[in-house]
């Protein structure tokens, strides 16, 4: 079946760097993608959001991009810092647009 | 504002008893509710979605239901727990129109032994 998946498990980043963490869909419908932040032992916290009507949204040091021909997406974290070590899920609507179509998640690791 | 409850945070049982999560959401009004489940490690797995008052919507089979009895309050339930129920179960919530970002809760643990 369709499914949302992400390329790279874990991220090991040093503090102070951008970090790119991507994600691959597979069902062309998809048009509206969310990426998630997972600290551990937490709810996933809402980071950003895009539909499918734009390429590119930033917000505060995030920056999601859309390539809907590759049907790819990445969250750019800008000057990533320790708070920002955490799991990030991308996650895609579903034909029923009620649910959530979840990634398995990238572990992003900032070090000192 | 708006938040999102959800209790017990850890919760352990033997297999065969019966389980009750609860979910609450305050400050707004009909909203979508869901109930996820996430094994470790793993992402996450919809069980059942609402989009009002005893309205349930199930997306996979499983050993569990779900009820609304009331706008803001979502349950989660099992007759008879197996060991495979073990996870940790998330509840969210969405405005009820369009494309929305869902918002979760703290999360119970569960662990069936």
């Known amino acids: 079946g369709e499914s949302v998946g992400l390329h790279l498990p874990t991220l090991s980043v040093q503090e102070g760097d951008n970090s790119i963490i991507n994600c691959a869909y597979s069902?062309?419908?998809?048009?509206?993608f969310i990426w998630y932040k997972q600290e551990s032992g937490k709810g996933p916290q809402f980071i950003i959001d895009?539909?499918?009507?734009?390429d590119k949204r930033q917000g505060q040091r995030v920056t999601v991009l859309l390539n809907k021909t590759v049907k790819h997406l990445s969250l750019q974290i800008a000057a990533t810092q320790p708070g920002d070590s955490a799991v990030y899920f991308c996650?895609?609507?579903?034909?029923?647009?009620?649910?959530?179509?979840f990634g398995k998640g990238t572990s992003l690791l900032v070090t000192p | 504002s708006q938040t999102i409850h959800q209790w017990p945070a850890t919760l352990v049982q033997p297999v065969g008893s019966p389980l009750s999560l609860e979910c609450t959401v305050e400050?707004?009004?009909?909203?979508?509710l869901y109930w996820y489940r996430q094994a470790a490690g793993r992402g996450l797995q919809l069980l059942f979605y609402?989009?009002?008052?005893?309205?349930i919507s199930s997306e996979v089979p499983q050993n569990l239901s779900a009820s609304r009895p009331q706008d803001r309050q979502f349950i989660l339930s099992s007759k008879k727990l197996l060991l495979s129920d073990s996870g940790f179960y998330l509840c969210?919530?969405?405005?009820?129109?369009?494309?929305?970002?869902?918002?979760f809760g703290p999360g119970t643990r569960l662990t069936v032994l």
């Open positions: 400050g707004t009004s009909n909203p979508n």
């Open positions: 969210a919530w969405s405005v009820n129109s369009g494309y929305n970002e869902q918002f």
């Open positions: 895009i539909r499918s009507n734009m």
């Open positions: 069902n062309s419908a998809s048009d509206y």
């Open positions: 609402s989009v009002g008052i005893g309205q």
């Open positions: 996650a895609e609507n579903t034909n029923s647009g009620y649910a959530l179509n």
